[in-house]
Structure formats: C-alpha cells, structure tokens
C-alpha cells in the first residue's frame, strides 16, 4: 500500500493537569485498533453490499472514500488547553513524524 492511504498507524497524548510540574506521555498503537476493527469489517461486508444494492450506491467508491478520510486524519494535532488542564493529541503515519 502507498503510504498516502494508510490511516494513521500511532498517536501520541500529552495530558498537563495544571499544578503538575510535568506532564504524562503516552504511545497509543492506533495500528492495533485498525486490526481488531478488520474482522468486524468483514462481518459487516455483506450487510453493506445488500445496502448497496437497495440504496444504488457504488460500494466500492464508498469504501475508498472512507479509507480516504481516515487517511487524511494522518499529521493531525489537536491542542485544548483551559485553566485546568492542556491535552494534545497527534496522530502519526507511517514515518512517525
């Protein structure tokens, strides 16, 4: 697979209660929750090609479309900060950059 399509395979949280000195980090393997979401993928298939044929949609256009935005998510941040607290998310792809 071209590295363009794959979704993001790892994010990284950093969570700063206020008064702490120092944050806590964490690795979250984004890639084993895509490998547990696969099977029911699958059990899914079915169900989505009768709807495909009963609703007249291109099942396969469907598929790449949302494979297309999980992709996007890829090199995402997200920053919150209020007076209690700063979380910031990023969301990694392949080259963890």
């Given at each position: 697979?071209?590295?363009?399509?794959?979704?993001?395979?790892?994010?990284?949280?950093?969570?700063?209660?206020?008064?702490?000195?120092?944050?806590l980090r964490?690795?979250?393997?984004?890639?084993?929750?895509?490998?547990?979401?696969?099977?029911?993928?699958?059990?899914?298939?079915?169900?989505?090609?009768?709807?495909?044929?009963?609703?007249?949609?291109?099942?396969?256009?469907?598929?790449?479309?949302?494979?297309g935005?999980?992709?996007?998510?890829?090199?995402?941040?997200?920053?919150?900060?209020?007076?209690?607290?700063?979380?910031?998310?990023?969301?990694?792809?392949?080259?963890?950059?």
């Amino acid at each position: 697979m071209k590295p363009e399509i794959l979704p993001p395979l790892s994010a990284s949280l950093h969570v700063k209660p206020a008064g702490w000195r120092f944050g806590l980090r964490l690795w979250l393997p984004l890639f084993l929750l895509w490998l547990i979401l696969l099977p029911l993928l699958l059990l899914a298939l079915p169900l989505l090609f009768v709807g495909s044929l009963i609703f007249r949609f291109n099942l396969w256009r469907s598929l790449r479309a949302a494979n297309g935005v999980l992709a996007a998510t890829r090199g995402t941040q997200v920053e919150v900060n209020n007076r209690e607290s700063r979380v910031f998310i990023k969301l990694h792809g392949k080259d963890m950059s």
